[in-house]
């Protein structure tokens, strides 16, 4: 009777696992149009691997320059770690308000972060879709349009960077009472946006590598406390008792790795804290979106499906500790 929601939830894993095993791949492409002169500006554009893999049987990324300005030579790409980097000199007339400015294209659901700044004026912020990968310049910034686009982005980062969003799944396995896992986020919340925060405005900052390391570690760690309660529900682990406070000291690793994710996309002049505010919501409104769907979910297997609740919650804690483990070994051995 219970085969068919075996199946399912099966099918649920296998859907999941599938996904890119390159957690932070997620982070949206971007491109920017400096003035340097009156008239004389600088496109540099820059495209993480997800973004541009199909761009690689090109010799370079294709720029969408606005009409009133033309190109002064060839543009130039460079691989970099995980990403495509390029950059065009352009002769341009008139103030530009308009036209556009942007990628060709955008492949999937990957995002892009367009950046317009002019001398002497505010500098012009977009977000960049699949189905808009240009954006029009304006006579004047758009405050609600930062806050808008880095509310999205915010809110992607934490559904769709698998590193983090497993940490939570993972949580919430363990945690399961609503009170609890709600503390329990909380002190997520709280410490990733101290070292969030901390880190944007350069009060402190720690090297990349480690903060990945460490989130990967946390990963692990959350799995095998899952494991061993699934074995002895009685067991009273240390996260057990005490999750806020785990959730508290790795919430502050994995705010540096929100920073990193927001420094590549940069926030814009004159607009910092509204940007970093909105990126931060979203994170926050991604991160309850997935625990409320989560407890549901597992309050409704409780009740219909209570024989298939423990293998299939085994199931997932395996597949969250085997995902955590090899990002783990990957970004130590490198």
Sequence with gaps: RNRPMIRWLIAVFLALAAAPLAADELRPSVIEMTERTQGEWVLDWKLPVAAS??????PFAQPVIPESCTLKGEPVQRAEALALVGRADLSCEGGLAGESFGLSELIGNADAIARFVPLERPVQSFRL????PAATILAEPDRWQVLRDY???GAEHILFGWDHLLFVIALVLLVRGPWPVVKAATAFTVAHSITLVATTLGYTGLPGRPVEALIALSIVFLAV????VLREPERRTFTRRFPWVVAFGFGLVHGFGFAGALA???LPQGEIA???LAFNLGVEAGQLLVIAAL???LAVLTRTAPKVETPALRLATYGIGITGSFWLIERVVG
């Design 53 to 58: 893999r199909a761009q690689t049987a090109a």
């Design 129 to 132: 879709t699949a189905e808009t």
């Design 151 to 153: 509310l999205v982005i």
């Design 225 to 228: 406390e899952v494991a061993l």
């Design 264 to 266: 590549d996309i940069g």
């Design 274 to 276: 509204s940007a970093l």
């Design 295 to 297: 407890v549901a979910l």
